[in-house]
């Protein structure tokens, strides 16, 4: 009588990423030690560029590991999975610091500032009108760079290591991001109806 062994045979690696997709599918477990030995790096580096706490950059990893079992037969695009595993990453990351809500929360409750004495109806309407399209474009804006605004531009505006810790962006991503979102808010503020 032979005993039968079931060996382990490590994935090709000149395997395609469509027979690696289908191969994590069909449960092959050399399948997944390949794609996490060409794309185990891209995804931790991600992951590490939002600077989560440990325990979320752990569950931010193994959620894009999970996405990817869950939806690797939907694949359409396999020679882009590279980027299909950082987009995952990035979007993971992004819930886990929502899902944290770190720091205080922004809202236009603020009372409207009191208008001089001296300003004549008509201007305090105009500033009214003027403020509230600002308002709504600002709300238009992507949410990251809507926050931003929110926390730069108060009468208490944030610091940038607290601007920096609430949104989840290196201090150096700051000015670029503000910069980005001014000119955003200026191109929506020119095309807006007057």
């Not at 236009?108 to 600002?134: F, G, H, K, V, W």
């Not at 505006?157 to 000015?175: H, K, T």
Request: aromatic letters at 6%; glycine letters at 4%; a positive charge.
């Amino acid at each position: 009588m032979t005993t039968a062994t079931i060996a382990y045979v490590p994935a090709d690696t000149t395997a395609s990423v469509a027979d690696l997709l289908l191969g994590i599918h069909d449960g092959d477990p050399a399948s997944w030690d390949e794609i996490l030995r060409r794309y185990g790096n891209l995804v931790s580096a991600t992951v590490r560029a939002f600077r989560l706490q440990e325990a979320d950059a752990v569950d931010a990893t193994q959620m894009t590991w999970l996405r990817l079992a869950e939806n690797a037969h939907r694949v359409q695009f396999p020679e882009r999975l590279a980027g299909w595993l950082a987009t995952t990453a990035r979007r993971e990351c992004l819930h886990i610091l929502r899902q944290r809500k770190l720091g205080p929360i922004f809202t236009d409750l603020a009372p409207e500032p009191a208008s001089a004495p001296s300003t004549d109806p008509e201007q305090r309407a105009i500033d009214a009108n003027t403020r509230q399209t600002l308002r709504k474009l600002i709300d238009e804006l992507p949410p990251l760079r809507r926050t931003l605004i929110r926390m730069l531009f108060t009468d208490n505006p944030c610091s940038y290591n607290e601007v920096a810790r609430i949104a989840g962006i290196p201090l150096g991503g700051i000015g670029p991001t503000r910069r980005r979102a001014l000119r955003q808010l200026r191109d929506k503020l020119d095309a807006a109806p007057r």
